[in-house]
Structures are given as C-alpha cells and as structure tokens.
C-alpha cells in the first residue's frame, strides 16, 4: 500500500541549531515527493518537491530535503532553525495510480529563543 | 497576485441546511481539489477535478458535493450537515497534476 510516514509528532530545536523533520514513503514506480508548511491559521504553502535528478533538494525560507532512494526516506532539513520556522509540516508522495498526493500526519516544530 | 481564495473563512450552520462553500482560483489551473483537516487525522481529500465538468471522489465524499463547470471555480456543497462535517476545509490549486499545490487560506466550519 501507497503511503507516507512522519514518525514524530512534533520536533523541539533551539534557535541557531539545524533541525530535521523525517519523512519516509511507499510508493509504486518513481517517487514524487513534497513538503509543505501550515502556519497557524493560514493554509498550506508549498516548500519544495522531489521528482528526478539531485537527490539534495533546495526550496523557500533556507529548507532543504534530501532524497534518499535505499532508505525511501525524504527529510527535511534546515541548517540553522529561526523562531519563524515554528509550524506544522506536511511530507505528501504522489500516488501515481491516480496524481492524487498521500499526506503524512504532519509534524510539529517548535523552534524556541 | 496569484491565489486561491475560499469563502466563508468561517462559518457556524445548524444541522440539514444547505452550505456552499465557494472555491475560486485565478492562476487558470487545471486541477483543483477539496480537503479536510482535523486534529489527528491530517489532511483527507474530500473530491477533487482534473479539469472543467470532470470531478472525482477522493478519501471522504460522503456527505458532500462538487461541480466544475468553470476552470476557476470549484464550490464545496453540503447538502444537509451534520456535526460530523465540523472541520477545517481547503481547496487547492495545481497546473495539471504535477502536485505543487497552491491552497486558499482555509474555511472553518461547525455544524451544531
């Protein structure tokens, strides 16, 4: 079965620190891989997706995702974390049996001063 | 400014009386599509369209409606709800299905 894990609810790093978020996926055929931010109350933003070819993916606000085929995992990552990155996160695969996306749980980060 | 915007933001209905929830983008997108977000559930896809007066069913359909008979618009409509329908409700917007979606700022619904 299609589908996408978060293993963690919420993620605490302090400010200036890098953070992760970790994403793993099942999917048939090539992998299509997103990661989107919700800010409180507001709706979703797109960050940065994975289709081919680098397996170091760079998007908006400084993240990165890395692509890692062997371990099917697509995690987000962030040099040094600001306040502002405080957020829930969404990793989605699209399912290519129909184009719809799989959503993860989402994740919470909690960045603090 | 390229968006997708959804009204009401926020809406408290009574039970059995029909809602639209308007859905409207401006960046001449092909896909459009309808989700749910509730606290522990994450994102469900309610329906979704690849394109004008073509429309699917996507994880929980049950109890809603959709049409497309415009590429801009994609209206949401309960036609009788019920407190099981009190969620936070997006529509997005895509090129095709490549799936970097843009979304409306989300529709707050409770039903008592």
């Known amino acids: 079965a299609q589908s996408v894990a978060q293993p963690e609810d919420q993620v605490n790093v302090a400010e200036g620190n890098p953070l992760t978020v970790k994403c793993t996926y099942s999917?048939?055929?090539?992998?299509?891989l997103f990661w989107y931010v919700q800010y409180p109350n507001r709706g979703l933003q797109f960050l940065l997706k994975?289709?081919?070819?680098d397996n170091l993916v760079k998007g908006s606000y400084g993240f990165e995702a890395e692509f890692n085929k062997s371990q099917t995992s697509f995690h987000l990552k962030k040099p040094s974390a600001l306040v502002s990155d405080s957020a829930l996160y969404f990793c989605?695969?699209?399912?290519?049996?129909?184009?719809?996306?799989?959503w993860g749980a989402g994740t919470k980060l909690i960045i603090k001063p | 400014e390229a968006q997708v915007t959804q009204n009401p933001r926020y809406l408290i209905t009574v039970t059995g009386k029909k809602l639209t929830v308007t859905c409207s983008q401006n960046?001449?997108?092909?896909?459009m599509s309808w989700y749910r977000q509730d606290p522990g559930l994450g994102l469900r896809q309610i329906y979704y369209?690849?394109?004008?007066?073509?429309?699917d069913k996507g994880d929980v359909p049950e109890g809603y409606k959709v049409s497309r008979k415009e590429k801009r618009n994609f209206p949401l409509i309960l036609e009788s709800p019920s407190p099981n329908q009190t969620s936070l409700y997006f529509c997005a917007s895509s090129p095709g299905g490549v799936g970097n979606y843009t979304f409306g700022s989300g529709t707050r619904l409770t039903v008592v």
């Open positions: 999917v048939s055929g090539n992998p299509y």
């Open positions: 994975y289709i081919t070819g």
């Open positions: 369209s690849m394109n004008v007066e073509v429309t």
């Open positions: 960046m001449n997108h092909e896909y």
């Open positions: 989605a695969v699209r399912d290519n049996s129909n184009y719809q996306l799989i």
